[in-house]
């Protein structure tokens, strides 16, 4: 009766530890998801989408505030230092791309590019709430630290 007693109590803990297991795996890839959806900018300017590609994020610009120029025609990338790609709208345009969640540091890190500027710069963004997203753009010696907030 013992030894049933025994196996039984065995069973329920192998159980339970591996329900542990795989809700701990759920909930890091729900964790490193959170990114997803639709964001704007501090500024009221732009907003994004950030959507997920194989293992790595992404974000592109989905709405302008004001997405064309004084002749009506659409923005296109004129400072992109890549002269063949200066012909491209910026709405639409894909600015960030191989972020990769690190899990022990709780945030994502890849590259950004600026249409503004015309640079790539290395970027981690950081979940500051679930509906706000810390953005470090660095480039050499210079940080910039931008917010977007969720919208729907």
Partial sequence: MELDENISAMTKLMFGLLASFFATAVFAQTNAEVILGKWKAEDGKARFEVYKLGNAYGAKITWLLEPTNKKGEAKLDK????KTL???PILGL???KDLLFNESEKNWKGTIYSPEKGIMANCKITLNSKNELLLKVSKYLM??????TRYE
């Fill in 79 to 82: 400072n992109n230092s890549d």
């Fill in 86 to 88: 200066r012909n491209h």
């Fill in 94 to 96: 894909t600015i960030a």
């Fill in 143 to 148: 940080t910039e630290t931008k917010k977007w």
